[in-house]
């Protein structure tokens, strides 16, 4: 029986996760001895989480290494990391309608990186999945939760350096459409340039096939790290993809000339009850997220940047001025480059990554 991905979520923590010393879980329902894992773990959560915000230095392949550091990163990440891929798909498709272009086509979904593969459950198409990560531990996890939501998903345990490109290729004969999702792992490249040089040849391998691809990535909204993405952006983007979200258009990024700014883009989702009581017990709120994320397409699909004027930024003002007009400005992407105006009606704020209209 199919499960819905919170459920799996709650299934996975619990197969995987370590009871705590004499608690008995026989006859407790599900959302109890979820939160005696939580609690048993919470430390380790608490840890990793400090590895991946603040100590970043400590950050190795290594880290995510056995069954319950995979636990505390399920614990501590992975819902929040659905929640931005689902935006990033959602509001993508919104605006160009990538998903209608897939009908009667095969579709092969690769998740590289792909940690606890929140980013294909997030995706949710039917399709070909190959989730492949160079952590074991993490792609048990990623195969359960698989197999508990009904995706056709393949696990290949790899370092992106050593990738075959033959992996990524369509069979001859087929009308293949290849999606890339890249979570959260261009920043983890920084020192290992054979990895991004693979990535960057296999899907510009499919610019000089002509064939159908697009490429999904989310980066935390970090500016040391959502930078990198945004050159990651000019790269693909100089090499014949076309900018889907959130840009207007697919020349150089005049935010990249702008040293204090960088892009990233923000929602929110409605958490379900243990969501909310996991970052009560880790003292956060992430029913508003953000994060760095950016859609691409090749031209064989067809699709163009639609040269709307994207929210990029709400810089503030000196308190005090103009208090009836508010306390920011909206910084405004087009194909103009990028430009400031005072906001006509500040109340209705308009999230980062949404396209600018305002009612008076």
């Not at 819905?4 to 599900?30: C, E, H, N, Q, S």
């Not at 952590?135 to 290949?156: I, M, R, Y």
């Not at 930024?313 to 910084?331: A, Q, S, T």
Request: hydrophobic share 40%; with cysteine.
């Amino acid at each position: 029986m199919k499960s819905d991905p919170f459920y799996a979520f709650v299934g996975t923590v619990i197969k995987l996760g370590r009871m705590p010393k004499g608690f008995d879980p026989k006859g407790r329902r599900a959302d109890v001895i979820f939160k005696a894992i939580f609690k048993a773990a919470k430390p380790t959560v608490q840890d990793i989480w400090e590895i991946y915000t603040q100590r970043r230095d400590e950050l190795s392949r290594k880290l995510i290494s056995n069954k319950q550091s995979v636990v505390a990163y399920l614990l501590g990440f992975h819902l929040a990391n659905m929640a931005r891929a689902t935006e990033l798909f959602n509001r993508s498709d919104k605006r160009h309608g990538w998903k209608k272009r897939l009908k009667n086509k095969k579709v092969r979904v690769y998740d590289i990186g792909c940690g606890t593969a929140a980013m294909s459950l997030a995706l949710n198409i039917e399709a070909d999945y190959f989730l492949i990560d160079g952590s074991g531990p993490l792609l048990d996890a990623a195969k359960l939760l698989a197999e508990a939501t009904g995706l056709k998903a393949k696990t290949s345990r790899r370092v992106i350096e050593d990738l075959d490109p033959k992996q990524f290729t369509s069979r001859e004969g087929e009308d293949t459409v290849h999606i890339y999702l890249l979570g959260y792992v261009w920043n983890e490249l920084t020192r290992n340039n054979p990895a991004r040089r693979k990535l960057i040849s296999i899907v510009n391998k499919h610019i000089e096939r002509n064939e159908a691809c697009l490429v999904f990535i989310a980066e935390p909204a970090l500016e040391y790290m959502a930078r990198p993405s945004m050159e990651l952006r000019d790269v693909l983007c100089s090499s014949g993809f076309e900018a889907l979200y959130p840009c207007p258009h697919s020349a150089h990024c005049a935010m990249l000339d702008r040293p204090k700014d960088w892009c990233y883009s923000e929602g929110e989702w409605e958490q379900p009850p243990l969501a909310r009581w996991v970052d009560e017990e880790l003292g956060m709120n992430r029913s508003r997220h953000a994060g760095a994320l950016f859609a691409f397409a090749s031209p064989a699909l067809g699709l163009k940047s639609d040269n709307s004027t994207v929210v990029v930024g709400r810089p503030v003002r000196d308190e005090g001025k103009e208090r009836y007009k508010g306390f920011y400005d909206y910084l405004l992407c087009s194909k103009e480059g990028i430009t400031k105006i005072t906001p006509v009606a500040p109340k209705q704020v308009i999230a980062r990554g949404m396209i600018y209209k305002e009612k008076k």
